[in-house]
């Protein structure tokens, strides 16, 4: 099935969480937490400024983002849990490390 968000809407993948604490311990299903972390799969067209134009979101399809603990829908897709939130609910995008280049 293939899915468009409409308008400033983002379809987000949640990553996995860690199956062990730092301290080695490994952590049950029922006690982990859900991951404020996940990568953009589908963004919409964007909003409507004050003049009447487009407005293209800031994120884009593969964006690496952190999202607040109870932002966006929950909904389930082709056997997937994915999240579909508005571009406010997110946080920032993170930034991937680029590998230093040997001078």
Known sequence: MSFRPLHDRVLVRRVTAEE??????????????KPQEGEVIAVGSGTL?????LRALDVKAGD??????WSGTEVKLDGEELLIMKESDIMG???TPS????A
Do not use: Q, W, Y
């Open 99 to 102: 590998v230093a280049k040997a």
């Open 49 to 53: 400024n004050d003049k009447g134009e």
């Open 20 to 33: 062990k604490s730092k301290g080695g311990i490994i952590i049950p299903d029922t006690a982990k937490e």
């Open 64 to 69: 690496r983002i952190l999202f607040g603990k």
């Open 93 to 95: 995008i993170l930034d």
